[in-house]
């Protein structure tokens, strides 16, 4: 699972337990003006993950690290598909990041009012 919050201007993504171990990444911090936006979307741990490198991956059990799939690198940490928030990316090492979360919706809505112009 992950842990998302705004601070200074920039999204942190926090691995928790295992995850870290899991996903090979404790911490991700990209810039606001580089996140498009955010949604629940329970059915993308559904669809195809691509090539796993580097990362772990149990089918329907963990999907956790780097995965490339049609030229595009996505970042995936997922063990409940019930609980998923996809986060698109511009300009940034990753094209997206698929993040279990406590609260889903929550979550998308801090990142939307994060994005909203002042």
Do not use: N
Request: aromatic share 6%; charged share 30%.
């Amino acid at each position: 699972m992950a842990q998302v919050r705004i601070d200074s201007g920039r999204l942190i993504v926090e691995m928790e337990g295992l995850g870290r171990l899991w996903a090979l990444r404790s911490r991700l911090a990209i810039p606001l003006d580089h996140v498009r936006g955010a949604t629940v979307d329970p059915g993308m741990a559904r669809e195809p993950k691509g090539i796993r490198a580097p990362g772990t991956q149990f089918p329907r059990f963990i999907t956790a690290g780097t995965f490339y799939s049609k030229g595009e690198r996505v970042f995936w940490d997922v063990r409940d598909a019930s609980r998923v928030v996809v986060v698109e990316l511009t300009d940034e090492r990753y094209a997206r990041l698929v993040l279990q979360v406590r609260d889903p919706r929550a979550t998308v809505a801090s990142i939307e009012h994060a994005l909203q112009p002042r």
